[in-house]
């Protein structure tokens, strides 16, 4: 109970509520992964430092909500992907071309190729409103 208590006493654990808060919390969170090994009180502590990240990652809402085309067009952006490596989901480099300006819609068969292609769940395309919408939990 000691050493927790010394662990308290050296970075008290607190809401994190901006980015320096959580820089300072992720500093002491690596520092007690780089031990070798932990004792009861460290993993304890740990486990207090993780739900406090997990909380303000929650609140942040980090994850923006992108989906459709827009999430398609990111995808090929971070995966330095051209447009011709999708011809083989939409046939032709035309239609491709279409679904990125938004002058075609993705249907029903693109998104499951694309999400095999991207290992993606095919939700992943669709926007969480319409799935709230959708599922009655909006």
Known sequence: MQKYMQLLEKF???PIRAQEDFEATQKVIDELLDKNELTQEEEEYLDVLGTLVEQYEDDLDIIPDIYGVDLLKVLLDEREL???DLVPIFKTESIVSD????KRQLTTRHIKE???FFNFSPAAFFSRTL???ETGSL
Not at 99 to 102: A, F, R, V
């Open 131 to 133: 799935e709230q919408c």
């Open 12 to 14: 008290p654990p607190r």
């Open 99 to 102: 679904i990125l300006n938004k």
């Open 114 to 116: 694309l999400a095999d």
């Open 82 to 84: 051209k447009q011709k």
